[in-house]
């Protein structure tokens, strides 16, 4: 880290030997690379200060409850638990987990929902030197089975709520490790179960001395975030110690101070709240916690408790949007919002019907090695991936041509990766500038699983890098854009067909509350046909008057190749706990008016609309489609 910075350093006093008029004549876009390292930079000097002092998240929680004792730490279904309250709950956490005699980075499971209780709980087992395995509490039978066994748990601490108990009572028989039920006691707690209620009513409150935890190393995984699980069972991402230090810098970018209140409606064991979680510690500020998101409470919420930092993330916007208006949408204390997943076509009218200053959009995976950031408020765009960035990064990161029948980078006729043309879509993928960092790999499962993600030998023998598996895109100024995640982009009368892009445009139609696009495979054809999963606004009722509007609206907006050969009518979006569009399910179903129950249509050339797709009348359809 400290050599990233005195290459930035050193950068800078280069640029700083030409005069302005050059510079700016020479390179045109190198005045926001500026800009950038004047943020950046702070946050690359409290990381490399952390690393070296060995400062985990631990210790700044410890610091900002010694420094802001009666302050605010959680605000929490309008009860507000202090910093002192919450090291005290950690503490008893802390002492329980002692006497279990676990070794430094061995794993406890955590199956609990948002509430300060998850934050006391993972800042005790962290007091002890334990890592732990944030369990998605929205998973069932086979899929929370697996989560919990890859996580190599010791022990797991289940939430008080009933659907919790009844979704772990369903596995337990395959379960042998310990399991502490919270919100019951000695008298009515269930065979199978430990009380966690009893332990914590009797666990002293004494600190655990410090020394116990001496063994932790920056590469000791601090926390497992599961993947959402969309190709495959869900993977536990590795957060060490040394990248909880990295998330606890991001917001950061965002201006963040002891004076500031965050708001996070993301459930705590996806990485966009551990963010906020550890930003929050750093710094002594508040966090504004809900146990689910809800587009109607939201900036009700902000307003009462006087947000001053907001998250989003995915398609949460847009359902903001959704909201009917009111003259108190513009008031509130929101300084910026930061997140990632707002799409170009609402980001304009959200930031200006709800007068939000500054929109901070970003780019990065839990397991991945590098992250974008757009701080300058350039609608559309994630961040930048200019040259002189490139160049002061020691992990250099880059867009290269793939193939779209392998999702695998294009090679030349060395063998070598091929970098993308300005505007023309490539794969992402990110340097390692840190190896040692990510010896266990990027996720918990053994070489296999962590070898699909590296692409090697990519412009020189030995070198590797992260594949994201993300098609991405720059502009002539080199800011960076998100199109579509590998797969997501189909290919159609030899032609590639971005998801995002085609639901951009349907979006655009004043009825559509949001599309979900994805390619279909019709027997006897080459590729997959495009299809959009339509959602109406509330007010709107279906008829078929709105099929020919739709229809006209792509021939004008779309190349032939780009418009959807079907549509099927939704009554609500599927959407992932994060906010992200589910497509799995759908792309399985195609377009069989056997299985598919919504109202289903393919266009017509002919008559320039849309008509219905049926079992009667499939048969003919797919006939003439191999003609």
Known sequence: MPRTRDKVLMGLGGVAGLSVAAWQTMFPWLKYDLQYLKIAKKAGEKIAHDVANQRYVIDMFEESAAKYPNKPMIIFEDREYTYEFMNEQAKKV??????????????????????????????????VGLSIAFINYHNRSKPLLHTIKVSKARAMIIGPEEELYHAIEEIRPELDIPLYLCGSSGTNIPEGYISWEDLMLTSPGAEICKSYRSSYTLITPCIYIFTSGTTGLPK?????????????????????????TIYTITPLYHSAASIALFSVMDAGATMVLRVKFSASHYFEDCRRHKVSIAQYIGELARYLLHVPESPEDGNHSIKVMIGNGLRMDIWEKFQKRFKIPRIVEFFGATEGTVAFINTWGKVGSCGRLSPFLNRLNPGKSYLVRYDRK?????????????????????????????????????????????????????????????????????????????????????????????????????????????????????????????????LLKENVEFHTDLLPKIYHHCEENLPIYARPLFLRIIKEMPLTTTHKQKKTDYVKEGFNPAIIKDPLFRVSSETKTYIPLTTENVGQFLAKSRL
Do not use: H
Request: aromatic share 14%; hydrophobic share 40%; proline share 4%.
């Open 406 to 534: 392998t999702d695998a980078p294009l090679r030349n006729k060395e063998g070598r990766c091929i970098p993308c043309n300005i505007g023309e879509p490539g794969l992402l993928i990110g340097g390692i500038a840190n190896p040692e960092l990510y010896a266990e790999g990027f996720y918990l499962g053994g070489k296999a699983v962590n070898e699909k993600k590296y692409v090697r030998n990519a412009f020189t023998q030995g070198d590797a890098f992260f594949n994201y598996g993300d098609l991405m895109y720059m502009d002539k100024d080199y800011f960076l854009y998100f199109k579509d995640r590998v797969g997501d982009t189909f290919r159609w009368k030899g032609e590639n067909v971005s998801t995002n892009e085609v639901a951009n445009v349907l979006t655009g139609l004043p009825f559509i509350q949001d599309a979900n696009v994805y390619g279909v495979e019709i027997p006897g054809t080459d590729g997959r046909a495009g299809m959009a999963g339509i």
């Open 94 to 127: 802390a002492n329980i987990a002692y006497d279990w005699k676990f070794k430094t980075g061995e794993t406890v499971a955590m199956f609990l929902q948002n509430s300060p209780a998850f934050v006391w709980t993972f800042l005790g087992l962290q007091k």
């Open 236 to 260: 536990p991402a590795i957060v060490n110690q040394a990248k909880s230090i990295a998330f606890s810098k991001f917001l950061t970018f965002s201006g963040i101070s002891a004076d500031d």
